[in-house]
């Protein structure tokens, strides 16, 4: 750093020296801000849905996947299960389970 007679606050010098940028406003500079960025939104989109299903009476298989889950999921076993099955398929296990369900 330059040495120089210092007035004070109002240095225009020791402001500019000052001056930093953090990581997130240059993402292109760092490959893990971004991968951080999308992994928060994807994260938050996880938490609403799961939130949503709960409220909803449906107790999803885990946090991570939520999101895509409530969007592709037709049946209630797929989101209990965590595990997305052919529409036939996801309706015949649907029907088995409202079956043994009764017996």
Known sequence: MMKHDCPGETCWYCKV????????????????????????????????????????????????????????ATTKSEIETGRLLPKKLASKVEAAKKELAHS
């Open 17 to 72: 020296a000052s001056v930093s940028f953090s990581a997130s406003s240059m993402p292109t500079r760092n490959g893990s801000v971004a991968e951080t960025n999308r992994a928060e939104k994807r994260l938050t989109k996880d938490r609403d849905a799961f939130k949503a299903m709960r409220e909803q009476g449906i107790q999803p298989a885990r946090l991570k996947g939520a999101a895509d889950l409530q969007d592709h």
